[in-house]
């Protein structure tokens, strides 16, 4: 479906007359508004916006319409994280809620564009949400049925019988086999993963001790991660030497002077097209409108 330019919007659309007498056009379908053209418009509907009361007609429509014609910003992040293998329209449903709080707590007086303030506040429910629901490891689809199926069984058949059922009972009120039971309970173990403050009792000293003074020291990559997923599709639009470049510096860690030697050119050279790719990166990330 084409997107709708302003003036396609705005020149056969009825005005609708907000409370203090101003007048904004009635958009029959905002999400077909061009990302572009629904920078323009959102701003006459946030001037709008709060002159309004909570609550009213007008306040209703200026705030769902401003929610339908940013949705393609909720779209554009949802993207990024395609390649976590949950469904895309979950993820957009998800990021929805952050458009949501964006628009209810953005100011116009902060003279910030909309796209810059809303973004981070998409991405970061969208990150909630796999911190809040993803297993700590990867299970397989029939199994994390199986766990929640085996849940319900062991709630149902422990409260019947009054002590915690066996394999063999569980296995006949799932038609599963015995193996499989035992396989979903292994699942079960996958999706929850202990607290490093979880206290952790001592047999040789006998005191009590915290999880995460047993483990290993905290890697500051680690919280890379997902900004690296998000910046893996942004990074495949990079020309072969760009990567290269990205790569020898950011995976490699070679100073300026060895990537020169390594592609043929001065390290001045290095030093500026490292910039300018980051400087791209960086408005992959935060304006919807470069790609």
Not at 30 to 53: C, I, Y
Not at 78 to 100: C, K
Not at 256 to 268: K, T
Request: aromatic share 6%; net charge negative; glycine share 4%.
């Amino acid at each position: 479906m084409a997107a709708v330019t302003v003036a396609q919007a705005t020149a056969t659309a009825e005005e609708t007359v907000t409370t203090d007498g101003a007048a904004l056009p009635l958009i029959e379908d905002p999400t077909r508004v061009s990302p572009r053209d629904a920078r323009e418009l959102s701003r006459q509907f946030f001037d709008r916006l709060v002159m309004l009361d909570e609550g009213t007609h007008d306040y209703q429509y200026v705030r769902n319409t401003l929610i339908e014609m940013n949705l393609s910003l909720v779209r554009y992040a949802a993207s990024r994280f395609r390649a976590r293998g949950d469904s895309l329209e979950d993820i957009v449903q998800v990021g929805t809620i952050g458009l949501i709080k964006a628009i209810d707590r953005f100011e116009v007086s902060r003279e910030v564009e909309f796209t810059t303030f809303a973004v981070p506040y998409i991405v970061g429910e969208i990150k909630r949400f796999f911190r809040d629901t993803s297993w700590a490891v990867h299970v397989p689809r029939r199994l994390q049925e199986a766990r929640a199926e085996l849940a319900k069984a062991t709630e149902e058949l422990g409260s019947r019988l009054g002590r915690t059922p066996t394999t063999r009972e569980l296995s006949e009120l799932m038609s599963l086999s015995e193996e499989e039971v035992i396989e979903a309970r292994k699942a079960a173990n996958c999706y929850q993963s202990a607290s490093l403050d979880a206290a952790v009792t001592s047999d040789s000293e006998n005191s009590e001790s915290v999880l995460a003074a047993f483990l290993g020291e905290e890697d500051p990559s680690l919280e890379l991660v997902e900004d690296f997923h998000s910046l893996a599709p942004l990074i495949a639009e990079l020309g072969e030497r760009e990567r290269r470049i990205i790569h020898l510096r950011f995976v490699e860690e070679l100073t300026q002077a060895q990537i020169a030697e390594r592609i043929g050119v001065s390290q001045m050279h290095v030093s500026r097209l490292i910039s300018r790719i980051i400087k791209q990166l960086r408005a992959g990330l935060l304006e919807p409108g470069v790609a």
